[in-house]
């Protein structure tokens, strides 16, 4: 069962009390470890409640938010949002790794360690919080956890800002093109990284995490050019 200082995190960084602790339980718990604890309920009915509340509440986020795009653009970036990479990094992010249920074998496997089974979890644990307490509190986690990026334009399939710099610097050959970070809060989270070009400084960005701040580093060299 999840540990009583993973439930102080929840009300501390989230605001999120469970009222049916159970649901909770059942979010975190494996089918490996429900098959070796008789009467123990696992998450797969939550995650796929959970894999339709999530769909839901984001394409909700990005109809509202992007009104510019249109019904091809807003699918393609609600699928970039929802694939396995990008929940299982929201999973660890929240510390839901270290508090999944594993059965014997499946723990000796590494299955903690499995970015599906981290999505799973998200999805399972979005679907216990929509059953006790309904959509506005998946939105309010949401707008803690996901839509941050989503407004940084960490998804945003439509433009590649460092693979257009990368074209466009080494068009007459190729050039040392580096990204390094150079200041890190790990309780915002904050990345700062600067971009150099043959060994030049050239611009520096800033995100909630390396990949964003990379982008926002390219894209301000992209405006200089």
Do not use: W
């Not at 594993?102 to 981290?118: N, P």
């Amino acid at each position: 069962m999840v540990s009583v200082a993973f439930k102080k995190n929840l009300k501390e960084k989230y605001g999120i009390a469970f009222h049916n602790e159970k649901l909770l339980d059942a979010a975190f718990t494996h089918s490996s470890y429900a098959n070796e604890h008789p009467g123990t309920t696992d998450y797969e009915k939550l995650e796929f409640l959970g894999d339709a509340v999530l769909e839901l509440a984001v394409s909700d986020y990005l109809y509202r938010h992007f009104p510019k795009l249109n019904e091809g653009e807003l699918t393609r970036l609600r699928s970039n949002i929802v694939r396995t990479e990008g929940f299982s990094e929201f999973a660890k992010e929240c510390g839901f790794q270290k508090e999944v249920n594993l059965g014997k074998g499946e723990e000796k496997a590494g299955a903690r360690q499995r970015k599906t089974l981290l999505e799973d979890v998200f999805e399972a644990f979005n679907g216990a919080l929509f059953l006790d307490q309904g959509m506005p509190a998946v939105q309010h986690f949401l707008h803690l956890t996901v839509y941050p990026l989503i407004a940084e334009g960490d998804f945003n399939a439509s433009r590649d800002y460092k693979t257009e710099l990368q074209e466009k610097l080494q068009v007459n050959g190729a050039i040392d093109i580096e990204y390094n970070v150079i200041s890190q809060d790990e309780s915002v989270p904050t990345f700062t990284v600067q971009l150099s070009v043959a060994g030049k400084k050239l611009t520096t960005g800033t995100g909630r995490n390396k990949k964003a701040a990379e982008q926002e580093a390219a894209a301000k060299a992209l405006k200089k050019k």
